[in-house]
Structure formats: C-alpha cells, structure tokens
DNA sequence: TGGAGTTGCTGAAAGGTTTCAAGACGATTG
DNA sequence: CAATCGTCTTGAAACCTTTCAGCAACTCCA
C-alpha cells in the first residue's frame, strides 16, 4: 500500500472469533423442527397459498429460528429458471454506462428480477469470461454492450438458450434484440452544426476502432462533410485506445502541440469522457474554448453541463435505452411467440458554450 | 416511449426465427458422445491432467460438438463453492463507487474470481434485497458500502458463513472486516482549510443522515470549528435527501436565495457530486465562485478538476480501497485463520480553484 | 512369474430443492 | 350411512454435477 498513508487494528474489541463455517439449515431441518413435510416447507416458500395458516405459522416459526436461508443454486437446479438478468457493460466508470444501467434496473424491478452488473472494462478478454460464465450460470439473460458485436460466442448464446439484447448498438443477425441510437445521425448532427459555425478543420477524437459506436459516428462526421460538398480531408482523425478522460488528456496534448495554423479549430469526440479531457488539457495548455478551439461530445452525460467550459453534445436517451432493452429481454424469455426488433432512437444536438459564437 | 422518437423494426431481415428452446447437453450427453463415464467428463472438467490426452480429445471434441455449457447452478450445489464475489454499492452512479470496484475487480481478477456488482441506489430496501439474493446466491463473499450499517440483515450474514467487509466505512463489532478513510479527519481538513481562508459562515451539505460518511464529514467539520474556538452555530447544515447532483443544484437554489448578509461564504458538500451541482447552480445564479462562495468537495473523482471552477476536494485512495477490501475478503474465505481488521486510509486535501484566494 | 505400484477409468452416492401423483382427513350431500 | 368432494399434506423422483472408493490393466522389479 503505497500511496497512502493506512492504519490496521483488528476488528471486534480484541475478542479474536474465528470466521464461522457454514452451517446450512435446510429445508429438511426446517421441515423436521416443524414437524411437518419436506414438501409442506417447500409450499410455504413458493406457494404459501395452499398451506394452512397454522402450518404456515409452524413452518416459518421453525425457519426464523433455524435462520434458514433458501439454497439458490439447488432451486435452480430443481426449477430450471433464474430470476436474475446481467447487464454486461462496456465502462462502469462512464455515466452513460450507468444511467443506462439505472433504466434496465428499473425495468427489471418492476418484473420482480434482480440485475446483475459486470463491466468488460471495454476488454475483450474479460467480455468473453462473463459471458461464459452468466451462459453457465443460467442467467434469465444478458444485455450487453459489446466490444466486437461480431463476436462468435455472442451469437451463440441465444442459440443455446440465454436470450442476448444487444444495447446502444444495432445489430441484424436475427439472433438479437438490440436498441440503439442512430449514431451516423449523431455524428452528422455534430459535424452539421460545427461547419454551419464556419469551422474547416475539424478534428475528431475517438478510438479504437474496433468498437461501432466509434466507427459509426465517425461516418456520421464524413457524411456531413460530403453533404456539404467538403472534401474528405478536412476530418483529422486522432484515433484514441480508449474512451476515457485520460485518453482525452493525450489527445488533447497532441492537438495543442500542433502548429496553430495546422491545428483544426473544432473537435468532435466520440463521447464526453474524451471531450471532458481534451477539454482539460487544451485550457491548461492555454487554448481558449471555444474561440481556439470549439469541442463538442457525445452522451450529454451530467458532468457535460458541469464543465469547465459546459460542453455541447450529442444527447442519448439513457434511461429509455436501458429500460426499453431490458423490456425486450423480458419479453424473449416470456413470450414464445417473440419476434426480435431493432429499436433505433433518435439523438439529439444540445448546444453550450463550448462552441457558442465561435469564429 | 414519450420522450424520444424511435423506430422499431424486425431483426434477421424478416426471417422469423421463434426464440430458441434451452437445450441442455449435459455432461451426460457428452460421456455418451465420448464413449466414455460421467466420472471422466468430469475430470476433464476439474483435473485434466489425470486423464489421458487421447481421452482428453475425444470428451473435448465431444463437448465442442453438442455445445456443451458446464450448469453452474449444479456445479454449485454439489462442490459448495462460488467463484463469485458481489460488490454491493452505495451508488453506481457515482465515479468514486466505480473507482473502488475497479479495485474490488482487480484484486478479483488476480485471485480468478469474477465479481457481480449490484446498485443499492442509496434504497434501504433495495439493500436488503440484494442482500438476501446474495446470500441465497452462496457468494464467496460480499463487499458492500452500505447505507446502514447497523442492519440486522448486514450483521446476520457472516455468522451464517458468508464473509462480509465492508468498505468505506469502519465498523467494530468483530463480525465484519472494513476499510476505510478517516472522514472525521477529513472533514476536518476540509473546515480547517477553509477557517485558514477567514470564512466564518460556513455550510455543510449533505444528506441524508442515516449515511455514515455524511455523519463522519460533518462531525470532522464540526470538530475543526472547534479546535478553532469557534462557535458551533456558524456551521450551517443543509441536509439533502440524497448524495447526487441534482440534490446540489437544488442545495444552490437554497444557499443563492439567502440575503447576501446571512448567506455563508464557504460550503463544504459531503461529495463531489453534491459540490459539483452546488456549484452549477450557484453559478448559474450569478454566484461567482470562489468569490462569493467557496466551496470544498469530498472524494476527488475525476470530473472534479474537470468542473467549471476546478473543485478543491478531499481525496481518497479510491481503488486502494477497493482493493484492500477485496483482498481481506479473499483471506477471509481462504484463510481459516483469518481475523477480522480495520484499515483506515488517510484522506488528503486538494486545493483547487473553488476555494483559491479567497476573502 | 508373482507381487507391488501406477495410471486411467468407472459407477454410484450425494448435494438441497421443487414437483407431482397420491394419500389422509373432515365435511357435505343424497 | 355411504359416497363424494375439498383441503392439506406427504414421499419419492428428478435436476446436473462432483467426488471417491474401487477396479482393470499395465509397468517394474525381484
């Protein structure tokens, strides 16, 4: 423990207890101390209905005292169903991952599931390890943010039994559910709004490459410039390793340290995790935003508004997504006459003073 | 779908495909395949090395072949052990809870556990739940911040073989391990900080006061004043219904309304997230900051330096937390030696803009 | 060549729950 | 009073895996 200062003392007033074992109280004991049934226990716990009240009374008396905590694993086994959903998240730490995650929690509440979040920490490797192990746990199903939407054990899952829906992210297999955001149409906006302020060359920021949303709003940002008869040229690509603050910093280093008549004068970023950082890095390298440099987002997360310079940016429904891609899911593992969809919303521009009058 | 314009089409170009059956190869179905018992799939399993390569290959192949996914659930139930730790956070939305499960995953993923995060959202009742689940689930252990920690719930669990640690709190009753930093000196630190600017007035927002740490910062706070001899009056509490942003800017909305002659000159927030709002709001009503108002933050997350006037915070070794408490747990559940500890981290202050030169 | 040791595989038991056909019991009806 | 019905409860089977004692075949050495 390096870096900080830390202080240990041992727990419990110096009562040194020994950590306990597990003493499983099961349904048979319940059952033996209550006089009664394995199979009345069982009632009691999933169809208390059908058991009379005094039995009831005994049995749940004999759980109190016994502290008797259902076995999940052995229910599973027995019943076959899980009442758990995962959501696979692409970066816990970006808060548009979680409010995504806050809509399919939502949802799920409401269908008695609980949810269970992993974050792939936009690694492929540890992707594939939750997705192996929520297919063996059995898990109701999964939503995922993914890193390869092309990847072989996604498509497999559904196959097998786990229904998949792919979230911020459309994909057409005819294996998923996915609920996106137009984001050609999100980047288009972006770069329309840059070039209507009069900007020529303007940067954009995203990487790596191999993650959709990057490409996509990429293509957005040159389908602007083609609409408005630009040449190709004028889109600086400065292609990042990830989506964070801290790559936003590096780009933010590079696009200062360039000559001011070579620099662009604008910077589109593949989401306001990067934008916050440039952001950053170019004020305390002395760039004036936005009259050197106009910086616009993507997410419209809460700390866009908040920002040094509060920062324009392309909005996301969070909520909805989650929530609507976790209906989905909930609908697949409930309807056998579910059809797949792909659900495509629709972004939108908010515009702050980080390009506000420029040039 | 109010508030978003969104388009649904069918997935799979039209070919409907019905949701596919759980068809389950088990193990069974495989040493059929194989030619072989169930005993030496299974060995294939757990203990390749005992069984010959020649049979290796066939039960691989075999499995490979019918898509053979391992049922966890009966894994579990038979073996008695999880390979699964949940981290049980006080708020997924904010970037300091995200940091400690960077850590929790870290110190995770280096002992071969996968973790599963939940979200309390700051709900007693959706922490009992998890909690529950949890148990149920036979975690390897559990790691929470909790909102309580005097739960029954919370203190029932390891006495009935579930390890618990609780993180960024610190608790003595011989049952849990925790790991914390100091709050009452951090608090501490931050009035003092602000006493040596000349603030007289100060405001303490936080909320509500059933959380810990609120309790903590402002008892450090109070502390500071008065070590300074200062009267306990002039810390002025405002207590908010939550820890979040939005519950800041509502907080400003309160301070920016007081009479200039009765408003205090400095606030300390009880997190950055509370401090950021506090700050947006403020500004936006023509608060200068730190001019008219300082103001202090607590955990340093990473939009701190970002925000608008770059927040003077009290850090925390935000993954050495994580970690820390990660790895306690890990001995815990190996360990049968194992006593419980208290590790307490030292907080540090930053000094930013927010409060830079004032009075 | 006989015995011991080794290697690799087998088969049955066990783990805690749910499910379901069937039984017990009392009440109601003809 | 016998027959029927309803309400509760029971006991055994089933879910899928791991574990472990035991067995077969082979090697090695005296």
């Known amino acids: ?44 716990l999933n169809r208390p209905e059908v058991v009379s009240p005094l039995t009831r009374a005994k049995v749940e008396a004999a759980m109190a005292s016994l502290g008797f905590v259902r076995n999940e694993s052995a229910r599973q086994l027995r019943a076959g169903s899980s009442r758990i959903l995962a959501y696979l998240m692409l970066d816990a730490g970006n808060p548009f991952f979680t409010d995504v995650a806050k809509g399919v929690e939502e949802a799920a509440q409401a269908a008695g599931l609980s949810v269970f979040l992993c974050n792939s920490n936009e690694d492929a490797d540890r992707e594939a390890d939750y997705l192996d192990l929520l297919e063996q746990q059995r898990v109701q199903g999964v939503l995922i943010t993914p890193i ?30 996915s609920v996106a955001v137009n984001d050609i149409l999100g980047g288009e906006l972006a770069i329309a709004h840059l070039l209507e302020l009069g900007h020529e060359r303007i940067a954009y920021v995203g990487g790596p490459n191999t993650i959709g949303q990057v490409v996509d709003r990429r293509d957005g940002a040159r389908r602007a410039l083609r609409k408005a008869g630009k040449p190709p040229e004028n889109l600086i690509e400065l292609t990042t390793g990830a989506l964070t603050v801290a790559e936003g910093r590096g780009a933010g280093q590079r696009l200062a340290g360039l000559p001011a008549a070579r620099r662009p004068t604008a910077a589109f970023c593949a989401n306001d995790l990067l ?52 209906e989905l899911l909930l609908d697949e593992s409930s309807n056998p006459d579910h059809e797949h969809q792909r659900v495509t919303f629709t972004p939108e521009l908010v515009v702050r003073t980080s390009t506000r009058g420029t040039l």
């Open 1 to 44: 423990m390096p870096d900080s200062a830390s202080e240990t003392l041992p727990s419990g007033g110096g009562k040194r207890r020994k950590a306990a074992k597990r003493h499983t109280a099961g349904v048979k004991a319940v059952a033996a101390a209550a006089g009664v049934s394995l199979g009345t226990v069982s009632n009691v």
């Open 148 to 177: 390869d939407q092309n990847s072989s054990r996604l498509r497999k899952l559904p196959s097998r039994g786990t229904p998949v829906v792919v979230v911020d992210r459309n994909i057409d297999d005819g294996e998923h559910c």
């Open 275 to 326: 934008a916050l950082g440039l952001l950053q890095q170019c004020v305390s390298l002395g760039l004036r935003v936005p009259e050197d440099l106009a910086i616009v987002g993507y997410d419209d997360i809460e700390f866009a508004e908040a920002a040094a310079v509060p920062l324009t940016s392309v909005r996301q429904p969070r909520q909805l997504l989650g929530r609507t891609a976790a």
